[in-house]
């Protein structure tokens, strides 16, 4: 685990000083708490589960790691939620693969347990306690606005690899309509994909455009995804310039079909901000990638957990927003005029994952 990132977590004050210091909650019983994360293979979750583990320990809690088999098992997430309540958890750390997990939540927070959602809100915001999250919308807007700068009124042809095409997931739809509402596009209803007009105009600080909407395909945010999502979005459109993807794996799964296609130099950006996908904007496999910040999220919410627990006060939403906002920069190594964001050295010293 990188120090940048503890530091940046311990920059964090979000949470009050616990009632009592020892490791135990009221009444003498050990604290223990369950991680629940999409999946185990994704190198965000991966990260996610490391953190939670160290600040457990860090705590001197309990933890309790499970998953998903892949994004979208709802089923294996309630199992693990049924599981937390056997054991008497005094809290779970979720990241929701779909609202068919909420009845288990509901299940779980009438059971006693705290429920913070990581890295996802719940539809809607209230089925947990609280969520730690980067603002989805605004990470996906930034590098829609870096796109339609870069661009500067040449005509956009957009491929739109999303997470799925059968359950509406939050983290899914803030993502995209992010993106397109950075280029200036009306994504008309923000909690649906691919409502919004195939063409018409975006606008942007570097000049306006014209857009065509090749494809809205669902990668289940993997790399094997990202390819068989790009490559039918090329059977429908070869002309595609400009690759939005909803993380950096399905990034290199679309890159793959990209280069096997021979397609010249199109625009393709991402959201993470992993070592790996760090590098693939050093590289310039990935042109810009708005990068989040799952170590804090996992930090945060075991923190909270024991606080909560040993009576502690319980942490509070950002102001404005309906969950608590961990932060997101954009990483690029080639700034657009009026888009903030941080070069690819700094983005390497904030990364997460293995490098």
Known sequence: MRRALIALAATLTVLPAAACG??????????????????????????????????????????????????????????????????????????????????????????????????????????????????????????????????????????????????????????????LAGMGIDAKDKKRNGDEAKTGSYTSAGGNGTYTIACNEPTNGAEDGGRTAM???LTKNPGINVVYTINEPAAVGAQKALKAANVPSPIVVSIDGGCDGVQQVKDGLINATSQQYPLKMAELGVKAI??????????????????????????????????ESIDVAKGTELCWGKK
């Open 22 to 179: 020892d490791d135990q909650a009221a009444g003498g019983k050990d604290i223990s708490v369950a991680l629940i994360t999409k999946n185990s293979t994704n190198p965000f979750f991966v990260t996610m589960q490391d953190g939670a583990k160290q600040a457990a320990a860090t705590e001197g809690i309990k933890i309790t790691i499970a998953a998903g088999k892949a994004d979208g098992d709802e089923a294996g997430q309630v199992q693990a939620i049924e599981d937390a309540i056997a054991r008497g958890d005094a809290g779970i750390l979720i990241t929701p693969n779909g609202p068919g997990v909420n009845p288990a939540i509901k299940k779980a927070r009438d059971a006693g347990l705290y429920v913070i959602a990581l890295d996802t809100p719940p539809d809607p915001a209230n089925t947990v306690d609280i969520t730690f999250a980067t603002d989805n919308f605004k990470a996906g807007e930034l590098i829609g606005k870096w796109t339609a700068t870069t661009l500067a009124g040449k005509p956009a042809v957009i491929a739109l690899l999303d997470l799925f095409n059968d359950k509406i997931v939050s983290v899914d739809y803030n993502r995209d309509q992010g993106f």
């Open 231 to 233: 490559e039918r979005c």
């Open 306 to 339: 024991k606080q909560i627990a040993t009576g502690g006060q319980k942490p509070q939403v950002t102001s404005g927003l309906d969950f608590y906002d961990t932060g997101v920069a954009l990483v690029t190594g080639k700034p657009a005029a009026g888009v």
